[in-house]
């Protein structure tokens, strides 16, 4: 069974930078949209970024020039460059995508999520 799998969450300082990956964990035709949402403790899951295959990309106001979503569709990976982090930048970060395994049709998956905590 395909699942995605995030890596590269942890603790940063106010300032640093982090760089998440996402990719498929079995074999897969193609990846469509690939994004990145993220929920901090007692608040809803929002999007924070996301990607069309042809590269076009969408940010929330609150990463923009901070934060960069890109992909490889060689390695149907996405990945999200996190830079001048801010704790309010502090949530689980999880990864979302639609997949076709068979090659005809899509279905939306979800990671497990990777915590990313941002200190002052």
């Known amino acids: 069974q395909v699942q995605l799998v995030e890596s590269g969450g942890g603790l940063v300082q106010a300032g640093g930078s982090l760089r998440l990956s996402c990719a498929p964990s079995?074999?897969?035709?193609?990846?469509?949209?690939m994004g990145w949402y993220r929920q901090a403790p007692g608040k809803q899951r929002v999007l924070v970024a996301a990607?069309?295959?042809?590269?076009?990309?969408n940010y929330t106001d609150s990463v923009k020039g901070r934060f960069t979503i890109s992909r490889d569709n060689a390695k149907n990976t996405v990945y999200l460059q996190m830079n001048s982090l801010k704790p309010e930048d502090t949530a689980v970060y999880y990864c979302?995508?639609?997949?076709?395994?068979?090659?005809?049709?899509?279905?939306?998956?979800w990671g497990q999520g990777t915590q990313v905590t941002v200190s002052s």
């Open positions: 079995g074999s897969i035709a193609r990846a469509n949209a």
């Open positions: 979302n995508a639609e997949l076709s395994v068979s090659g005809v049709r899509y279905y939306n998956y």
């Open positions: 990607i069309s295959r042809g590269g076009t990309t």
